[in-house]
């Protein structure tokens, strides 16, 4: 048994394959027959389904597609073996483009509704596809453009942005963008409810000195904006200490009654940029004790301090809580 299997396998060795004519012969003849047979079967009509996705382009003035059709249309076609073997072979293929305007104008509309038969659109289909291809038929049979009206408005833009900035150094004003305002169109009803946009998020990092960059504006889909970008300028300075004796005021005091306070001043130390330096002042702070606390019987008087100046950062108040003595008149 074992040697007529060997015998057998014998048959297909390369060497005796070679000097075997009617091997040789054998496989020229079913190399031609499949061939012949290959060229038979692919020059031949079939009938198959294709499918395309869609790119809807250039709606009409003043109307943007406020629904969502078919991203993807199926084609019953007809063709040669070979021309369906070739877009078989393809795997992926350029967009059919539907041109918006030219549909809707050969359509009547319902409060700018359209009802697209499909079939409507084969011969613009078929100068996209390929001469050599027959189209059948399209599904969906029929599908709907919804249009809405466009709106222009003007919005202020606020930057997103992220500061992280190098030991002593910190922003100098109020981060803006140029311009301060963008331009932006689409429809009504998402335009009545928006009052403000934003840049993209961008984020500055070891920042010592200030920075001017351009920047996306985001917008709602279906929307335009002009100009799609602004200037974030982001004001940068070397900050430094300073310190200020303040005078301490009590609210909340009775006209009756006398308050004295140990100590009656306070040391005020502020942060505050090189170019403001100069401005800051007593006036620019206001320091506080409430007497509603010496009623509750606190030993103590915790010490506020407020600035109305945004370029002057609070960093120590020495002390911040006093002693008192309520004296009645």
Not at 84 to 99: E, G, Q, T
Not at 218 to 239: C, Q, R
Request: glycine letters at 4%.
């Amino acid at each position: 048994m074992n040697k007529k299997i060997s015998e057998f396998f014998g048959y297909f060795k390369l060497e005796k394959l070679r000097n075997d004519k009617r091997i040789v012969v054998f496989s020229v003849c079913l190399l031609i027959a499949a061939s012949l047979w290959f060229l038979n079967v692919m020059g031949k009509d079939y009938t198959t389904v294709l499918s395309y996705s869609v790119k809807y382009v250039n709606p009409p003035k003043n109307l943007f597609l406020a629904n969502t059709p078919p991203s993807k249309l199926e084609l019953n076609v007809q063709a040669h073996g070979f021309t369906l073997l070739r877009h078989k072979l393809a795997f992926s293929f350029s967009p059919i483009v539907l041109d918006l305007s030219a549909i809707s104008q050969s359509l009547e509309s319902d409060n700018n509704e359209y009802r697209v038969p499909s079939e409507n659109l084969i011969r613009r289909i078929e100068t996209q596809v390929s001469k050599e291809i027959t189209i059948n038929g399209v599904s969906p049979q029929t599908f709907s453009l919804v249009f809405d009206s466009l709106n222009t408005k003007k919005v202020p833009v606020s930057p997103l942005v992220e500061l992280n900035f190098k030991p002593q150094f910190n922003l100098k004003g109020i981060v803006e963008s140029k311009p301060d305002s963008v331009k932006i169109t689409g429809p009504a009803a998402v335009l009545d409810t928006l009052t403000i946009l934003h840049t993209e998020k961008v984020t500055f990092e070891g920042l010592d000195k200030s920075i001017e960059q351009f920047v996306n504006v985001a917008h709602p889909g279906n929307t335009e904006i002009s100009p799609e970008k602004v200037e974030v300028i982001v004001p940068v300075e070397k900050f430094t200490e300073k310190k200020i004796s303040l005078p301490i005021q009590v609210i909340n005091l009775p006209e009756d009654v006398n308050l004295k306070l140990f100590p009656p001043n306070i040391a005020v130390t502020v942060m505050v940029g090189l170019s403001e330096y100069e401005k800051v002042s007593t006036r620019d702070f206001t320091a506080t004790v409430d007497f509603t606390q010496a009623l509750s019987g606190e030993n103590y008087l915790e010490v506020s301090v407020e600035t109305n100046k945004d370029y002057i950062q609070l960093m120590k108040i020495v002390p911040n809580s006093i002693e008192y003595l309520i004296e009645s008149e």
